[in-house]
C-alpha cells in the first residue's frame, strides 16, 4: 500500500532537510487557516481553536478553524493536501489519518505524500466499557465468554473506517474472538444503545463515556493506552489483560501540506511546543481528558512522522489480517 510504503521517505526528508532561514523569518506575514476536518463542538474542533488562538497569540497573526466535515475527515484532508505549501493553510488530523487508507479505496489523497507531520498535540487513551449487565468484569472474563458464547456480543463503533471501528478489528485479530462490529452514524447513537443494552460492549474514547463510568451506568474494563490513566490506576490496561502491544489512542496532531518549507515547520513546531503546557491550555486538556504531547518523545515533527509511520504500517498489517477489503 503506498500510503504507508513512502512514509520512511517524508520522515528522511523531515529530520534532513536543511532549513529555509528566509521562510522562516519571512513567515507569517498574513492570517493562517486551520481546517478542522470534524464538525464544530466536537473534540477535534475544540482542540484546533484552543490551538490556534494561543498560535495566533505566538506568531503575532490572526488563526481561524474552518470546519470542513465529512467521509470520515477525508474532504478536509482533501482540501488541505491541495492547498499551497506555504504554512497558511493547516490541519488538525487524528487517528482516522491511519486508519482510512486501510479502510477506504480510491482516496484523492495519499496520507504519507501529500502531508508534512508538524506537531503531535494531545492524546486520548480509548477505553473498553460494556453494558452493565454482562456477566464478566475484566478482560480475560470478556475474551472467555465471547469464545465461549460465538454470535452473542457486539460492539458499537462511531461509524465505518474510524480509529473505533479498527480498535474493534484489532481486539479480535488480537484476542482471537469474533464480536461483530455495528456502525453508527457518530458515538452519541452507539452510546446510547450500549447503556440500554441493544449492543454490548464498545472500544472509545474514555472523555465520551466518562460520565457513565463515574455514575456505574457503565463498566470499564480495560483502558486502551500503553499506560495505565492517572485518573483511573487500578484499571488495567489492555496489554497487560493478556494482548501485549494492542494500543488505541485518540490524538490530535497538527499537519501542512507537503513541501511546506522546512523553516516554517520547525518554527510553527516550536511555538506548539510552548503553547501546549501553558496552564491556561492544561486546564482545558485536563477538563476534556486529553494529555498533551510528551516533549521528550513526540516534541519533534520527525517523532511525529515516526509515529504515523507505525501506526499506517500496524493499521495495514492487521486490516489485512482481518480480510478487511477498501471500500
Known sequence: MKAWLSLPVLAASLLGAPPSHAAGDAWPDRPIRIVSPYSPGGGNDSISRLVGQHLGQALGQQV??????????????????????????????????VTNPSFYANMRYDSARDFVPVAFLASSPFVLVSNTGMPFSTLPELIDYARKHPAKLNFGNSGYGGPDHYACVMFNEFAGTDIASVPYKGSAQAISDLLGGQIQLMITPLPAVQEYIQTGRLKMLAIAAAKRSPQYPDVPTIAESGLPEYEALNWYGLMAPAGTPPAVVQKINAAVNQILFKPEVVKVFDAQGVVPSDPDTMGSPGQFAAFLKRGLEQTARVAKAAGIQPQ
Open 64 to 97: 481561524i478553524v474552518e470546519n470542513r466535515a465529512g467521509a470520515g475527515t477525508m474532504i478536509g484532508n482533501d482540501y488541505v493536501a491541495k492547498s499551497a505549501p506555504d504554512g497558511y493553510t493547516l490541519i488538525v488530523n487524528g487517528a482516522g489519518f
